[in-house]
């Protein structure tokens, strides 16, 4: 089962948590065991897991990945704006997939993790394409 989720994201960069999104594409495939794919078809955006425990984790890395890669005006490729160089590094940085267990109709997440979309060129529309393979 292919399942494509739709995100409007807001201006600049940002952390959407789309862990319920995710469990729901679970839920619906009906898989009872198997791998969870999550793309995102982006350059400027990424996925991660990370803790979801303490409110300010987002913000957190946001600012680590915007003092690693800060926005500016001599990278040599800067097709939109300057944020669109940047955007580029942070998600190679963070990247594109995650492969995720399933196991008795359920992802295997920790208890304390959310599953982690990053924007880093909004606003924008974008999608994730999550793949429910049995097996």
Not at 119 to 125: H, Q
């Amino acid at each position: 089962m292919l399942k494509i989720l739709t995100l409007e994201t807001p201006a600049g960069d940002a952390l959407v948590d789309i862990t319920q999104q995710i469990k729901d594409a679970v839920a619906e495939s009906g898989v009872d065991a198997g791998l969870c794919a999550i793309i995102v078809p982006h350059t400027t955006a990424g996925i991660t897991i990370n803790s979801n425990l303490d409110p300010a984790t987002p913000a957190d890395l946001l600012a680590e990945l915007k003092r690693l890669t800060p926005t500016r005006v001599d990278f040599a490729h800067q097709y939109d704006t300057p944020a669109d160089a940047a955007g580029h590094i942070k998600a190679m940085l963070v990247g594109n997939s995650l492969a995720l267990p399933i196991a008795g109709g359920e992802l295997l997440v920790g208890w304390s993790q959310a599953i982690l979309f990053f924007e880093f060129d909004g606003p924008r529309s974008r999608t994730v394409q999550v793949k429910i393979i049995a097996g």
